[in-house]
Nanobody, 117 residues
Framework: QVQLVESGGGLVPPGGSLRLSCVVS??????NHWGWHRQAPGKEREPV?????????TYADSVQGRFTISKNRVQNTVYLQMNNLKPEDTAVYYC???????????WGQGTQVTVSS
């Protein structure tokens, strides 16, 4: 069975930092495109950041300049460094990995990030 396993979530005060990790569990071809999404209570799931096979990154306007996505192709691992966290960043964060464009891809189980004093 192939799963994406996330870690690194937690409770932090405003202005704090967290680094999320997502690794592949099980044998699979290398992930070519990674993305991070989040879903806050009562809101739609929204994309946060993505990184292509070539290393090109994109960010939602709400996190631009504060979050950084990176990956390790050999280890099939993706990271999300989150700095200067704000209460509105509170959400469940999910990673997604795609091997071939147009396929369903794989999702992580989600990890809770709570920003509160």
């Amino acid at each position: 069975q192939v799963q994406l396993v996330e870690s690194g979530g937690g409770l932090v005060p405003p202005g704090g930092s967290l680094r999320l990790s997502c690794v592949v569990s099980g044998s699979i071809r290398s992930i070519n495109h990674w993305g991070w999404h989040r879903q806050a209570p009562g809101k739609e799931r929204e994309p946060v950041a993505s990184i292509t096979a070539g290393g090109s990154t994109t960010y939602a306007d709400s996190v631009q300049g504060r979050f950084t996505i990176s990956k390790n192709r050999v280890q099939n691992t993706v990271y999300l460094q989150m700095n200067n966290l704000k209460p509105e960043d509170t959400a469940v964060y999910y990673c997604r990995g795609v091997v071939v464009a147009g396929t369903a891809g794989y999702w992580g189980q989600g990890t809770q990030v709570t920003v509160s004093s």
